[in-house]
């Protein structure tokens, strides 16, 4: 009972630092007084710290356009709410439009919208009671949408009539699938499951070990437990050839560990992932002083399954050289241990959202 007491009590403490923190912030205009922040900004981010890419190709030839729409459920796929909803919003308009003009045009063809009421009852049209445009429109939607209120209905006069009905019947279900598809997959979309990883908004710089290494911190919040996760990380900057040409987006593979191991961290709880500047990093040249002159970018990509759906997801992040601290340190963790089972932090309270401390220069 007194562990679970000052577990609370701590609860409590960071929840506190944590409101402070965010109304400084407000008050000096968005910007943090905790830790390196640049006076200026150097270079847009090609990965924001969210994960999303910030890389938009222009100047796209007809044929792109073409491809894409191909391949039109990737397309379906990656639009957003809205446009999702515009489209099938218009999809179902036109498709009803449409057969609905057919079935004007069956009726004006079969002279259904010319009979006069003296000879209703020797004429038998196609369709019970569609007499206009608009009888024919709401016909159309009754018959797509399977309705059926039961003052218009389909005779059996016309061969052109019912095969008008079987083809809107089917158009009606291939619409109906992709629509309830696209809906349920941008539901289970895995970077939806890729958000609950939280990362740490500095990097760290500080000795470990006899060796220089560079330390990130990130927790998944839900309880569900990802599977076969890898870290791997990539340095984007420009380089420059032996023959003098510029590469302006040189990437190498700078390789993260988790204790000893780079294949499947155990993603239960907050994890410190290591990065070794030794001969073979591609931060072997990096230094306190130069640090902050340089410009790079530093994408971070976790890999793994998820348990729930068994859909593969990677959760992203990105480090500007301002947000990489030389000579810091990550908080230590606290833990309220009981005989059976450990308690970690809140999801809210974890240490990656906190601003690590910093230690003397290196």
Known sequence: MRELCKFWDWKLETMMKAFVENFLQRISGGRSQV?????????PRLVSKDGHVNIVLDNLSTQYHLTMMADMWTTILELGWRCKCATFFVVYLGSWLLFGLIWYAVASIHKDLSTSNSTLQEHKPCVDNVKSIMGAFLYSVETQVTIGYGSRAITDNCPAA?????????????????????????????????????????AVVAPRDDHLVLLLRFVDHRRSVLLGARISGRLIHIAHTAQGNTVVLHQEVVEFVV??????????????????????????????????????????MLDSISETSSDTCQARTSYLPDE???????????????????????VDAVPPDDVPGRHEEL
Do not use: K, N
């Open 35 to 43: 830790g390196p922040v640049s006076e200026e900004v150097t270079c």
């Open 162 to 202: 019912m095969l008008v009905l079987v083809l809107q019947s089917l158009c009606g279900l291939f619409i109906d699938a992709v629509a309830c598809g696209a809906i349920i997959a941008q539901f289970a979309m895995p970077r939806r499951r890729a958000r609950s990883v939280r990362w740490s908004r500095y």
């Open 259 to 300: 204790d000893s191991s780079s294949e499947v961290p155990f993603v239960a709880a907050p994890i410190t992932a290591m990065h070794v500047i030794d001969g073979r990093s591609p931060l072997r040249a990096l230094t306190s002083s130069r640090l902050h002159a340089s410009h790079f970018e530093l994408v971070v």
């Open 324 to 346: 990489i601290i030389w000579g810091g340190h990550f908080c230590p963790l606290p833990i309220v241990a009981f005989p059976t089972v450990a308690i970690f932090p809140p």
